[in-house]
């Protein structure tokens, strides 16, 4: 499979977390893996760097699982305050159009909602790729500014209605994902249970399940909870909300 995960933070200089973890071992396990990001502390090399809006690639990204190989993307943007965001997520929409396009993408991996979520569901339902929404925190209360919170707020309620299947973090979350998306009737939560360490080498081998589970389990409506990282054991609960 071609798959792309798409996130707002710095894949290179954020601390190594599950996003690293999913991508890496999807790609041991033979699969085509994509990334784009936002490099969100960025910071300017002398007066005159106002950034551009030229894409940089990255080839054969491996943080978390050796052997692994991460191909990334990073959209350019304007290196001043709020403009930063701005003129980023224009760039996505054009480079998640055109990644779409070149490698083509069979399912997307969400994990952020205002820097690029709404181009994601737009561009991807224009396609016909599904779109996973990994949701692992309270977006709209990371937000620094208290005046852009509401409407942050807003956008996740606009992208958990739009996407193919959302999977949270906690059983607690997915109570707040949940509220937070009306729109999605009678639904059912799916415990992913993932006992051991990331580490441990026979992960690659468990983590193609994992990932089929998603894309099937979406089809029917459903809603996934995954509680950590893809590790060398899988077991599979289900609870009825």
């Known amino acids: 499979m071609n798959i792309l995960f798409i996130h707002e933070v710095d894949w290179l200089k954020k601390v190594v977390f599950e996003i690293h973890n999913l991508a890496e071992i999807l790609s041991v396990r033979s699969h085509n893996v994509y990334a784009i990001d936002y490099e ?9 760097d106002l950034g551009n809006l030229k894409t940089k690639e990255f080839e054969g990204i491996s943080r978390a699982v050796p052997g692994s190989s991460v191909s990334l993307r990073r959209p350019g943007f304007i290196k001043i305050p709020v403009l930063s965001r701005v003129s980023a997520s224009f760039s996505h929409y054009f480079e998640i159009q055109k990644t779409i396009k070149e490698k083509n ?3 997307i991996m969400l994990y952020s909602v205002p820097t690029n979520g709404l181009q994601v569901v737009h561009i991807a339902r224009r396609f ?3 779109v996973v929404f990994r949701s692992i925190d309270i977006l709209h209360r990371l937000v ?6 509401p409407a942050t707020r807003c956008l996740e309620k606009k992208i958990y209605a739009r ?4 999977l949270a973090i906690t059983p607690n979350h997915s109570r707040y994902v949940i509220c937070t998306c009306l729109s999605i009737p ?3 939560i799916h415990r992913l249970i993932a006992p ?7 992960s690659r081998r468990k983590t193609g ?3 089929s589970s998603v894309l099937f389990l979406s089809s029917a409506g459903s809603m996934l909870l995954f509680a950590g990282s893809p590790v060398s054991s899988i077991g599979y609960r289900r609870r009825n909300c």
């Not at 996407?163 to 959302?166: E, L, P, R, S």
């Not at 051991?196 to 026979?202: I, T, W």
């Open 209 to 211: 399940l994992l990932f």
């Open 40 to 48: 969100d502390s960025w910071k300017k090399n002398g007066i005159f």
């Open 144 to 149: 620094r500014h208290p005046v852009l919170r």
């Open 186 to 188: 009678a639904c059912s």
């Open 105 to 107: 993408i069979d399912v």
């Open 163 to 166: 996407v193919d299947a959302i």
């Open 196 to 202: 051991g360490s990331a580490k441990n080498g026979g």
């Open 128 to 130: 016909g790729i599904p």
